[in-house]
């Protein structure tokens, strides 16, 4: 199993960026997916969910309204679209299998690093 994210950067307070993760080594379609986010000096952050076919999904208060959470299961890969970007939003973004009752996750990117500057 390997999740893969890519499209972090360095980007101006209210600018947009899109996170992509490439899902290899299971079946992809079969599988809730979550984006997640640490901050500097800060704990692990929820930030969406979304379902196996993407008819339903899942946003942190704090994101809600500004990002948005997809999938393509034809090509094995999950998105993040981040607009009206914040300085709190600055963090390393992972996304991460959905596992099973009682386990959040069972696999997890490496993350990729969003940096907002005010």
């Known amino acids: 199993v390997q999740l893969v994210e890519s499209g972090g950067g360095l980007v101006q307070s209210g600018g947009s960026l899109r996170l992509s993760c490439a899902a290899s080594?299971?079946?992809?379609?079969?599988?809730?997916v979550y984006w997640v986010r640490q901050a500097p000096g800060k704990g692990l952050e929820w930030v969406s969910s979304?379902?196996?076919?993407?008819?339903?999904?899942y946003y942190a208060d704090s994101v809600k309204d500004r990002f948005t959470v997809s999938r393509d299961n034809a090509n094995n890969t999950l998105y993040l679209e981040m607009t009206s970007l914040k300085p709190e939003d600055t963090a390393l973004y992972y996304c991460?299998?959905?596992?099973?009752?009682?386990?959040?996750?069972?696999?997890w990117g490496q993350g990729t690093q969003v940096t907002v500057a005010s």
């Open positions: 991460a299998r959905g596992c099973c009752e009682g386990i959040f996750a069972d696999y």
């Open positions: 080594g299971f079946t992809f379609s079969t599988h809730w």
């Open positions: 979304i379902l196996i076919e993407g008819e339903s999904t």
